[in-house]
């Protein structure tokens, strides 16, 4: 196989078509997923309980590749950022963090991203491509190699937009939930969504009970066009009666991020409009306070700056008072620019 990526792009459904194509039994699946995704080999050798004839051949055919660290920088908060080298020679970042007997690890589901948020440095420079459902995985495979920790909690939400590789980041999640891999329960695992409805709707009608946060910004129509570009047309009366099909179908509480920015979202025109959007929906808000931008980051981000504390938490009181749901999320890595927002898809 001349595709670098190799076995890595196969989702258990698929490499179990494979294995009968070529003739093995079906608890060879197991075997390979339990080597690739739970023990995170480097090498075909290492699966001592497949026949070497097996292994021969899939050597042959696609040789086997791990992500490399090519950086890791540790926060002050034990929060660690990887810059991992893929086989093609790209490179994407991941971050890991840790909480008490938890480690969260949010991955990438492409490199690079082409939605061009203003207020994340990730999509500056553009979309290199997609990865491969075992690209995603073998990113909680190396974090917790490295901080010698079992991921418990994996979230869709580093470079990349999730929905724009859905096949991929379904079968990621697939993966991850199984118990011949990481075996992280469904619920533990986040898609975090800029919001596409179409595949909002496809997500609804998934079996399993993954978690999905929509990353809403503000409920404005004209201010969510100018902070989510390539969303401009999507009506939010649409996208709100696509997360109402989705809370009805699965009885499943989402999640919308609201990124807090200084006079931009943060008006009371703003709240009013949010509190009206979040108001009769199965939801939870999620405050998150503007991160520091990488100086690599869009010309129009620089000028943007965070709410204050105070704004924050009043907006917050506003949301309780109504009886909605609503956090502020704590930022963790900001100090090595790895939280919401600043992964910057850093190239070797």
Known sequence: MSDPVGIKQYGISELRSLMESWGEPAFRVTQLVRWLYSVGVSSYQQMTDLPKPLRL????????????????????????KYVLQLADGLSVEAVGIPDHSRLTVCFSTQAGCSMGCVFCTTGSSGLHRSLAAGEMVDQLTVVSQNMKARATNAVAMGEGEPFANYDATLAALRI????????????????????????IDRFTQEPEQFTLAVSLHSAV?????????ALTGQRLDALRQSLIRYTDTTGRRLSL?????????????????????????L???????????????????MALKPSSS??????????????IECSIRRSRGADILGACGQLKGTRP
């Open 221 to 229: 129509q004209s201010t969510r066009d100018k902070l989510m570009p």
């Open 257 to 281: 991020e609201v990124v807090l920015i200084d006079k931009v979202n943060d008006t009371p025109e703003e709240v009013r409009a949010l509190l009206e959007f979040a108001r009769g929906l």
């Open 283 to 301: 939801c939870h808000v999620n405050l998150i306070p503007l991160n520091p931008l990488a100086k690599t980051g869009q010309k129009a981000s």
């Open 57 to 80: 051949r899939l050597e042959d055919w696609a040789p086997l590749f791990l992500p490399t660290i090519v950086d890791c920088q540790k926060s002050s908060d034990g929060t660690q």
């Open 176 to 199: 991850l939930n199984s118990p011949d891999g990481p075996g992280i329960g469904a619920r533990r695992l986040t898609v975090s969504t800029c919001g596409t409805i179409r595949q």
């Open 310 to 323: 105070e704004r924050i938490s009043e907006i917050a009181a506003v949301f309780r008072k109504s009886g």
